[in-house]
């Protein structure tokens, strides 16, 4: 399986987090919330998180607001073709977007053709 990270904001978000790590049991979750789910990686910074992890994941899952997410990968974008996919899920699990500056936005335009 490829690496995926599922980054978490809010402590409802760590509850969707969660249900995805389920169907995708490889994944790691990641949040700076204390948490006593023991399946939390709990980090000091999101955004140092990803300086030393972005380009060795494969995929990002953000489960917060789309800004968030935006503004968090922002620094470590560097081309679409090698970016990991990148999509934004919110707190409730209902809407899902994939990230148009990372290489999911990429694959979704070449599949509709």
């Known amino acids: 399986m490829k690496k995926v ?10 509850e969707q ?3 995805l790590q389920k169907q995708f049991p490889k994944s790691l979750v ?11 990686s ?3 910074s999101i955004s ?3 300086a030393t992890n972005f380009s060795k994941l ?7 607001a789309l800004g968030i997410c ?3 990968i922002a620094p470590f974008l560097d081309d679409k073709t090698k970016d990991p996919a990148v999509i934004c899920l919110d707190d409730l699990g ?9 290489y999911t936005h990429l694959r979704a335009h070449e599949t509709r053709h």
């Open 5 to 14: 990270a599922i980054i978490a904001i809010t402590d409802k978000g760590i």
């Open 17 to 19: 987090a969660v249900l």
């Open 30 to 40: 990641i949040s700076t919330r204390e948490t006593t789910n023991e399946s939390i």
């Open 42 to 44: 709990k980090v000091d």
């Open 48 to 50: 140092a998180y990803l």
């Open 58 to 64: 494969d995929g990002i899952c953000f489960v917060s």
């Open 70 to 72: 935006v503004r968090t």
């Open 94 to 102: 209902v809407h899902v977007q994939s990230v148009p500056v990372s």
